[in-house]
């Protein structure tokens, strides 16, 4: 069954002080990797597609990377505007429109 | 920047209504989406849209669930008879290419009493 983890469930830190995100995928093959970020009560917003293992993707103070079992959001000296809910996403090979979504992490960025 | 947009932003009905949730997705997009969103719980696929058909639904969707794209630009999702389980965020999306990435709108927040 295709499946998506991430981990930690709420990860609390200091402004400036970076870390990183997990997420672990079990599919039958991986169309794509996507990462979302989720304010309260809104809707996800786009933040990187990754097709294949190895790929790298950065915007601002994140840096997405991906392996054949895993991704990491890296957050690089994050600010307090960074704090919301992270999701990670996989299409995979046998759907062409299903994304199948983790539980998200929720990152605090505290001043 | 194009982006996706809900109506109404919430809505309050009473079990065994009908209701409809309507979207308009990025103009030049040709494939739409919708998935929901249970307080506190993943962001699950419901259908998706391509060519005034259906492409794919999951278990979720069953026969109180219907979608419909009425004219060139709006995109709906019809609840037939609503229970108190289909209290959630609903959100649509669209995308260019069914491999491309999905741009979500704001969602609807659907409360059933």
Excluded at chain 2, 14 to 36: A, D, K, T
Excluded at chain 2, 49 to 73: A, W
Aim: hydrophobic share 30%; with cysteine; glycine share 6%.
């Amino acid at each position: 069954e295709d499946q998506v983890t991430q981990s930690p469930e709420a990860l609390r830190l200091q402004e400036g002080e970076s870390s990183s995100l997990n997420c672990s995928y079990t599919v039958s093959g991986l169309r794509g990797l996507f990462w979302y970020r989720q304010d309260p009560g809104k809707g996800p917003e786009f933040l990187f597609t990754l097709y294949s293992a190895g790929e790298e993707k950065e915007k601002e103070r994140l840096k997405a990377t991906l392996t054949k079992k895993e991704s990491f959001l890296h957050i690089t000296a994050p600010k307090p505007e960074d704090s919301a809910t992270y999701l990670c996403a996989v299409q995979p090979k046998t759907s062409y429109d299903k994304v199948i979504f983790g539980p998200g992490t929720s990152l605090s960025v505290i001043p | 920047e194009p982006e996706v947009t809900q109506t109404p932003s919430h809505q309050v009905t009473q079990m065994g209504q009908e209701v409809i949730l309507r979207c308009v997705p990025i103009s030049n997009h040709l494939y739409f989406y919708w998935y929901r969103q249970i307080l506190g719980q993943k962001v699950e696929f419901l259908v998706s849209f391509y060519n005034n058909e259906i492409s794919e639904k999951s278990e979720i969707f069953d026969d109180q669930f219907s979608v419909e794209r009425p004219d060139g630009s709006n995109f709906t999702l019809k609840i037939r008879s609503t229970k108190l389980e289909d209290s959630a965020m609903y959100f649509c999306a669209s995308s260019g290419t069914e491999q491309e990435t999905q741009y979500f709108g704001p969602g609807t927040r659907l409360l059933v009493l």
